[in-house]
């Protein structure tokens, strides 16, 4: 089998949707693609709320898992996902790049919170998708 496409989700403080998506695309992704999660900027620590969240929903323990990270912590990656920063999201270099256009949950409604997690689900699955279907093609070549 070809090695695993690097998948780096990041946004500026790499605390909470970033981070979910890092931990998401671990949990639905992990055998057709390497998450990772970044930013320009770094909390103390992940999002409460996201942890607890992802905690509840999927028995997730992103604490245990994942710190945050600047971008220069992570490897080299084959694909960059901006999660919607509404500034100037952060740049790296990458062979493809997609922003989800994601509405920041922090401080805002468990409500607000799940349906942001939700996307992110529904955007790791696709992309799943695209990287089998690219790399089947890769494969045919």
Not at 26 to 39: I, L
Not at 63 to 86: F, R, S, Y
Not at 87 to 102: A, I, N
Request: aromatic share 8%; glycine share 4%.
């Amino acid at each position: 089998m070809s090695k695993k496409y690097k998948v780096a989700f990041i946004c500026v403080h790499n605390s909470c949707r970033s981070q979910i998506a890092e931990a998401l695309g671990k949990h639905f992704g992990g055998d057709v693609f390497e998450s990772f999660s970044a930013g320009t900027e770094t909390k103390p620590e992940i999002n409460q709320d996201a942890v607890r969240l992802m905690k509840e929903i999927y028995d997730i323990d992103m604490e245990k898992t994942q710190h945050p990270k600047l971008l220069t912590d992570i490897p080299p990656v084959d694909i960059v996902i901006k999660m919607g920063c509404n500034v100037v999201c952060p740049f790296l270099p990458s062979k493809y790049e997609e922003d989800w256009g994601l509405e920041d949950p922090t401080g805002k409604s468990d409500e607000e919170f799940k349906h942001v997690i939700e996307q992110i689900e529904k955007n790791i699955k696709e992309l799943s998708v695209k990287i089998k279907d690219i790399t089947i093609v890769k494969r045919d070549c």
